[in-house]
């Protein structure tokens, strides 16, 4: 290319000075963007070049100005290592336009920001590109070395940290970088992705270390927003506008504080994160007595949360609750780190408010003193927190026994798990105190009662809880709700009207509160003890066929339990009445029919000669697991005796080749006991059938109840021996 040639290089770097005519400078700006950006940053000029361009940023000139920034977006599309320079050439750039010097162009925090300012605009689009690099470049600033991402890092915190050391509000009069960027990123995307990697995230913390008041300002201003709740009603009414129209004109110096605090919010809770982001607490404030801990910056984004200020709506993107919610499950996605973070007394009083008024309104607190009820969006978000906490074995413990883990003795019954039971076993009672405001909805309900499920699918939660007799409860709750599901009408497919419409909802509603408070019920299935109490309700029969409905579509248990049913069908199987229950599902049936197609031939066949492989030694995976699904149900006893006992084996002289086995008998018939020519010939797979028979009989035997009843009831070792002599062939 020409631009090897050094005094052609030397000429345009001389014509973009703004010291030339405007003319002049279009057209060597034009020159730039005609050719590679590479080539002129590797170049000896590039340091002139670079001086030039801060200049043209900084033009009135629409033109020049423009062509700059596209000069910038073009090198951004590369993934050179020269990037850097480009995106340091920016920040300084920006950071021109807050010095000393130029300061007075950007406006005051109070007088907010006006987007009808061609000078707001052309910042606004700075920053917006400089994000958009931040976010790209972590795709490949791992190929360069350490220097490219030193510098990056260290010329962002340069720009972020201008304006942070002021007193008042957390921030300085004039409007920060950070303002910008969070109206632009309010999420703070930017440093999420750069403290994903290790490689960067070491970095970016170092460096925060030499930068610590962008972390003391956020802080400071996550506290100062949560004393003061200035998300006011007619902040949220603007942000309903700006959902409806994305184009602002006008930012007011609320909700510029709003997004302060929000980026601040997201930022620091991903730093909660890692060890060494935790490493900058305690943090002392200079107008705070005490120092800001992590659990204090919990407490305050939690009293954020539980705000007893009027509903909002949830279709607010940008809702506190909603913010806040989002965060605190992004510190307890980790188990280690929501047990150093979230597993505090302190913390879980502040999230137990709402729950506690409605127990107890008493006069003097925030919701008694604002005449407010907690809306509905707030004991949804409360609950979805809690469930998050009661995902783990450590967290349950916590809600159940508090921070000392005193467990053996007194119970304490100011403790989570005992407040969330006795909030959900009197709303479903319906006998809240009355001046604690409307009752709370099913949907409220649910979700607290899907903590105490999570609680008692437990023994040990199972004996917290058991005084609160939430079985009798709930099934009380469940009739109720199957009386109503039955008496409400079915709308035909003429009805139009309206009362159709809301006839149809009602009857939704109906079902989904039926099948919430069934699926709960059901969980007290996990453990022995939560059968027998699950048997007391009487209302096994119709679990247990929810259960295979949700088994046979292959549903997982719920949003914080990823595996299936089987293990509850273990434990419904190893008692009498559960299995008696299940074999009245079809449960049994299905399983057999699912083995007989992966051993022998599937019934849909067409060709009936054609029956998958199966290996006698080493099992394959589709029949190991069929191998194992029929000795969930068949490794105890009392499951054994009520398909087998006093059962004799079919008799018959001749067996159809599409006769599938429909009950236990009938398997152990036709693939353990294979005492006749008929049975042989009757399957597809005879030594693989067999074996595999007498792989699940090695199993069942280990039990000697169950090897005294089939050795009574059938010889099955006669009938061994007597096979085992008969093959034996003479020499």
């Known amino acids: 290319m020409f631009f090897n040639n050094h005094e052609i290089m030397q000429q345009v770097a001389e014509k973009m000075s703004r010291h030339r005519d405007n003319v002049v400078r279009v057209e060597a700006l034009q020159t730039l963007n005609q050719n590679l950006p590479a080539d002129f940053i590797s170049s000896d000029h590039w340091p002139t070049m670079k001086r030039h361009l801060i200049d043209a940023l900084d033009e009135s000139n629409v033109q020049i100005m423009h062509l700059s920034t596209k000069f910038i977006t073009r090198a951004f599309t590369n993934t050179s290592p020269q990037t850097r320079e480009v995106y340091t050439l920016l920040v300084e750039y920006l950071i021109s ?45 791992i190929r360069y070395p350490d220097r490219y991402l030193e510098e990056i890092i260290e010329s962002t915190l340069t720009l972020y940290a201008i304006n942070q050391s002021g007193s008042q509000g957390g921030s300085s009069l004039q409007l920060s970088p950070v303002h910008f960027i969070a109206l632009i990123d309010p999420k703070a995307q930017w440093f999420i992705k750069w403290m994903h990697g290790n490689y960067s995230r070491q970095c970016l913390l170092r460096m925060l270390e030499k930068y610590r008041p962008i972390v003391t300002n956020a802080i400071r201003h996550c506290l100062e927003f949560s004393l ?14 700006r959902a409806i129209d994305n184009r602002r004109s006008y930012y007011t110096e609320a909700e510029l504080e709003y997004a302060f605090f929000v980026h601040s919010a997201f930022m620091l809770g991903r730093m909660m994160c890692f060890v060494n982001g935790r490493r900058f607490f305690p943090i002392k404030l200079k107008e705070a007595d005490e120092t800001v801990t992590v659990t204090k ?16 709506h949830l279709s607010v993107v940008y809702e506190p609750g909603n913010l806040v919610t989002e965060i605190v499950k992004g510190i307890c996605t980790s188990e280690q780190v929501c047990e150093i973070c979230m597993y505090k007394d302190e913390i879980v009083t502040a999230l137990l408010a709402p729950v506690s008024h409605y127990l107890e309104p008493k006069v003097g607190t925030s919701y008694t003193k604002h005449n407010y009820a907690p809306s509905e969006n707030t004991m949804l978000h409360v609950a979805d927190l809690f469930a998050m906490v009661a995902s783990s074995t450590r967290g349950r413990r ?82 109720e709700a199957y009386s109503e599901a039955e008496r409400t009408a079915t709308p ?27 699926d709960n019920l059901l969980n007290f299935a996990s453990t022995a003890k939560g059968i027998l109490l699950l048997q007391q309700t009487k209302a096994m029969n119709e679990c247990m066929t929810y259960m295979y ?19 509850m069908v273990t434990q419904v199987a190893g008692t009498a009445p559960g299995m008696v229950a299940l074999q009245k599902t079809g449960y049994i049936k299905a399983l057999l029919s699912e083995l007989w197609s992966v051993i022998e031939s599937s019934p849909l066949d067409t060709v009936l000669f054609t029956p998958k492989a199966w290996p006698v030694d080493p099992i394959e995976r589709s029949s190991h697991k069929s191998l194992i699904k029929l000795l969930n149900v068949l490794s105890s006893f009392h499951a054994v ?26 398997f152990v018939d036709r693939f353990v006991i294979v005492d006749s020519p008929a049975k042989i010939h009757s399957l597809f797979n005879f030594e693989q059938s067999h074996v595999f028979g007498l792989r699940c009989l090695s199993v069942m035997i280990s039990c000697l109840d169950t090897y005294l009843l089939l050795q009574s009831q059938y010889k099955f070792q006669d009938v061994l021996l007597t096979s085992q002599a008969e093959n034996h062939t003479k020499d």
């Open 492 to 518: 035909t497919m003429s009805d139009d009207s309206s009362d159709s419409t809301s006839t149809t909802t009602k009857a939704y509603d109906i079902n989904a509160w039926e099948d919430t408070l069934r």
């Open 228 to 241: 003061h709740r200035k998300h006011s009603a007619d902040l949220t009414d603007r942000s309903e506008a």
């Open 398 to 479: 916590h809600l159940m026994y508090g921070e000392r883990k005193d467990m053996f003795t007194k119970p304490n019954v100011s403790s989570a798990a005992h407040v969330i039971a006795r909030f959900t076993k009197r709303a479903l009672l319906d006998k809240l105190p009355k001046q604690s405001g409307p009752k709370p909805s099913q949907a409220v309900i649910g979700a607290f009662l899907y903590i105490c499920r999570q609680l008692y699918n437990t023994c040990e939660g199972l004996l917290v809880l058991y005084q609160y007799e939430l079985h009798k409860v709930v099934a009380e709750a469940w009739r």
């Open 549 to 567: 409905d949700r088994y046979k579509n292959k549903l997982q248990v719920s949003k914080c339990e990823k595996f299936g049913y089987g293990f």
């Open 297 to 312: 910056l919990l407490v305050s984004m939690v009293v954020v949360l539980v705000d007893p200020s009027p509903s909002k």
């Open 97 to 141: 336009q807050f010095n000393a010097k130029k300061g007075n162009n950007i406006p005051n925090i109070k007088s907010g920001l006006d987007f009808t300012n061609p000078e707001n605009v052309k910042l606004m689009k700075a920053f917006r590109l400089l994000n958009e690099f931040q976010q790209e470049t972590i795709n490949y600033w």
């Open 641 to 666: 005796y009520e398909l087998l006992g006093d059962k004799t084996l079919p008799k018959k002289e001749s067996y159809g080749f599409r006769e599938i086995p429909d009950s236990v008998v009938e």
